[in-house]
């Protein structure tokens, strides 16, 4: 079992509905990031948290620490939201553990 | 500046070659990452520099010599790889967490690289 679960691995939606991300992880850690990727290679850091919730725009991320679970939501989603999207944890001082990403296609 | 720039984009290279994959940033980071990335998969940690010393090396094989000639660059040197070497390398940046920072990494947009 991957120490870092995401789900689902792939998610295709129509333009406008409400998105929801899952990430669990097994182990102790300090802090979760989320990350996206879209094609061509480039990852872009969306968020990091320790605890409670951010919200950036239409994306909005979740923690509980208690339950080892994030959530990463998008509202309104929209076709340039297609890429992957990535849940990291930080464990040990300079590592991080990655899912293995969910991959979302917003059709217009 | 919040950028990390990697040179070059793509490269081809034989299994006889030696290259060097660059990597720069400027926001005054002392923590620099080399990733491999193989299609489908989630990047996978090679090397941590921490203030220009290597602080972790993920068993990788010797025929990848990073270098941190100094805090802004990074460098990947290649010799005699593997087709199965063929992926996207990532190089990342970030505070120094030890020292107070946050530990948001900065990703490059990647190497691509091919080996025939």
């Known amino acids: 079992k991957n120490e870092v679960e995401q789900s689902p691995q792939n998610l295709t939606a129509q333009e406008g509905e409400f998105i929801t991300i899952n990430c669990s992880y097994s182990?102790?850690?300090?802090?979760l990031h989320w990350l996206q990727q879209h094609p061509g290679g480039g990852i872009v850091s969306l968020f990091m948290?320790?605890?409670g919730k951010k919200k950036h725009g239409r994306l909005i991320a979740t923690i509980n620490i208690q339950e080892k679970h994030s959530s990463l939501h998008i509202t309104a989603s929209h076709p340039r939201d297609s890429a992957v999207y990535i849940c990291?944890?930080?464990?040990?001082?300079?590592?991080?553990?990655f899912g293995q990403g969910t991959r979302l296609t917003i059709n217009p | 500046d919040t950028e990390v720039t990697q040179t070059p984009k793509h490269l081809v290279m034989g299994m006889t070659n030696k290259k060097s994959l660059k990597c720069e940033q400027h926001?005054?980071?002392?923590?620099m990452y080399w990733y491999k990335q193989k299609a489908k998969k989630p990047p996978e940690l090679m090397f941590v520099?921490?203030?220009?010393?290597?602080?972790i090396n993920e068993s990788v094989p010797s025929r990848f010599s990073p270098e941190c000639p100094n805090s802004s660059l990074l460098n990947l040197h290649l010799h005699a790889l593997q087709p199965e070497d063929s992926a996207l390398y990532l190089c990342?940046?970030?505070?120094?967490?030890?020292?107070?920072?946050?530990?948001?990494?900065?990703f490059g947009p990647g190497t691509r690289l091919t080996v025939l």
């Open positions: 520099y921490s203030y220009e010393k290597l602080s």
């Open positions: 182990v102790g850690i300090s802090a």
């Open positions: 926001m005054g980071h002392r923590a």
């Open positions: 990342a940046s970030s505070q120094d967490r030890s020292r107070g920072g946050t530990d948001t990494q900065y």
């Open positions: 948290l320790s605890s």
């Open positions: 990291a944890v930080r464990s040990g001082a300079q590592k991080l553990v």
